[in-house]
T-cell receptor, first 114, second 111 residues
């Protein structure tokens, strides 16, 4: 069984569109994350979220918004897509409310903005 | 803001050799350190975590931590072509709300 899953795996869209990426974890973890990996393979945190706290990396544009319908899901909604948003987006989860524990990553969503 | 530095490589070693991957970090209060492996086109997967000074061994992998020198390394013994990947060093940020990753070292093991 997949521990952390993401859909879609690939997403190709035009500039200016709005899109969402879904993430689900079946590990019973308390905290979920979104990371962005750019073309140079640099992996950078965008958000961390548990049922009490949303932490937003201050460098993330407000066009990006995480939405969590329940503890097992953390979706990423992106408004007004730009060319620079092209990247691979990874969802991750960890037990507890802090990131000192192991994080488990989903398979990634490759977003291409044309 | 914490920083995690790694030599991007590529690091090339012959099959059967020891590969040594290094990572330095800027924050002296860091307590947890992680090594992730990422194959091309795949997601990062945790291979080692270390919390105390010294060595931690798991199969062919050994993590070494020196907090005084703010240095953590990963040794891979008897390197195999299947070890060819990018290795990412990570530490929690100051608030403990996320991991800060280095840019990764690409390892190539030739048969």
């Amino acid at each position: 069984d997949t521990a952390v899953s993401q859909t879609p795996k690939y997403l190709v869209t035009q500039m200016g569109n709005d899109k969402s990426i879904k993430c689900e974890q079946n590990l019973g973890h308390d905290t979920m994350y979104w990371y962005k990996q750019d073309s140079k393979k640099f992996l950078k945190i965008m958000f961390s979220y548990n049922n009490k706290e949303l932490i937003i990396n201050e460098t993330v544009p407000n066009r990006f918004s995480p939405k969590s319908p329940d503890k097992a899901h953390l979706n990423l909604h992106i408004n007004s897509l730009e060319l620079g948003d092209s990247a691979v987006y990874f969802c991750a989860s960890s037990p507890g409310t802090r990131s000192y524990n192991e994080q488990f990553f989903g398979p990634g969503t490759r977003l291409t903005v044309l | 803001q914490k920083e995690v530095e790694q030599n991007s490589g590529p690091l090339s070693v012959p099959e059967g050799a020891i590969a040594s991957l290094n990572c330095t970090y800027s924050d002296r209060v860091s307590q947890s350190f992680f090594w992730y492996r990422q194959y091309s086109g795949k997601s990062p997967e945790l291979i080692m975590s270390i919390y105390s000074n010294g060595d931690k061994e798991d199969g062919r992998f050994t993590a070494q931590l020196n907090k005084a020198s703010q240095y953590v390394s990963l040794l891979i013994r008897d390197s195999q072509p299947s070890d060819s990947a990018t290795y990412l060093c990570a530490v929690p940020n100051q608030a403990g709300t996320a991991l800060i990753f280095g840019k990764g070292t690409t390892l190539s093991v030739s048969s």
